[in-house]
């Protein structure tokens, strides 16, 4: 029946065109859906746990701050326990400390992360915008810092200056205690609570600034290798831990972060559900036009001995060449938008909003393949119902008249 070509002016053909349309705006919509929803919740994701860490390890006295209290002890038999975990890919010791960067006109608060020699600093190239990560030794202290393009451009600060720092003393009275680093890097991170605050420099001046010992940590920085096993990584190696110390998957420390793109995933759902409706509801109206405008046609199969099954199958194919269609449109419409949007970042978006600058998208190739044969089955296994009409059609009433 497809193979023939439909007249133009024929009502099934005009019909057979809006479901078609229909198909392929609704896997167009679905895919644009999914790509830029798995895009920002990626994005967001990484970025905060970069700058974070999956999963924090520290005493539990320091749960509800930013900064590093108390110390713990860093210990080669806890650092041993968390990996054994297997999911465990990368673990460096951290610690914390509130202070300010001045210079003669002008002042910021940052936070300052003291990270140790071993740190892995190529998580954060992706982010770097300007010169070199600081470069630590296991005996010197670094005055080397790594700052954030929003404070440098607050500062009025560049490559190679030199900026005095104050921190509040280890008993929290007196005279606070002035520090001056060099800057050798700038990053830009697009998330504003980072790119406002976080300032990166040698674990042993946060361990000089707080008055401990050079085995004594804030805490360790853990990272994951299968995000989607965090929670129960997190339990795993709270079980191994002493009593003092707790494990705190990101998703804790940044609840309402994580909770709203969570309701990403919910709003991809309805877009869903609301396509598959409207291309279904688009095929059936056609195959109902279909079959009626056929049904002398198949009156004559019957009366030809081809049973009910057989006729049903025949319009059921006819279907899926139509949707078919629809589908490869759709997915030149939705592939087209992932391709431009990823290589050319066409769409901006407020930073302060969304944590990005570029609306990110991410779909595989097999997320692609599964959305089109699902789309596929569940379409034809519903269109099966109008298909029934088919039962319906008398040979002898279809065919009397010439």
Known sequence: ?????????????????????????GIAAILIAISTSQGLQKEIQKKTSVFNGHILVTLFENNESQVSLLPMIDS??????????????????????????????????????GVSENFDWTSLSSFKTQGTFPSFDSQLTSDEILISEVIASRLNLKLGDR???????????????????????IYFSGFPDVDENLVYGDLKQVQRLNEWDS??????????????????TANNIYDKLPSDLNSIPITDRFY????????????????????LLVGVINMATALLVLILERSRMIGLLKALGANN???????LYNGTLIMAKGLFWGNIIGLGFYFSQHYFGWITLDPETYFVSVAPVSISFSEVLALNIFFLVISVL??????KIILNIVPSKVLRFR
């Open 256 to 275: 309402g972060i994580f909770q709203w793109i969570s309701l990403f995933d919910f709003n991809v759902l309805i877009i869903l559900i609301v396509m």
């Open 382 to 387: 519903l269109l099966w119902i109008p298909s």
């Open 215 to 232: 085995n004594q940590i804030g805490g360790y920085e853990l990272f994951v290798s299968n995000f989607k096993y965090l929670q129960q």
């Open 309 to 315: 099954f057989l006729i049903q199958k025949i319009f």
């Open 1 to 25: 029946m497809r193979g023939q070509k439909q007249h133009k002016s024929t009502v099934s053909a005009r019909i057979i065109n809006i479901a078609t349309t229909a198909v392929a705006i």
């Open 76 to 113: 080669d038999s806890i650092r041993n326990q968390i990996k054994e975990e297997i999911n465990i890919e990368k673990i460096h010791s951290v610690a914390l400390k509130a202070g300010m960067l001045k210079t003669d006109s002008d002042f910021e608060g940052i936070l300052f992360k």
């Open 163 to 185: 900026v005095e720092a104050f921190f509040q003393n280890s008993t929290g009275q007196g005279i606070p205690k002035r520090r001056r680093f060099t800057i050798v890097g």
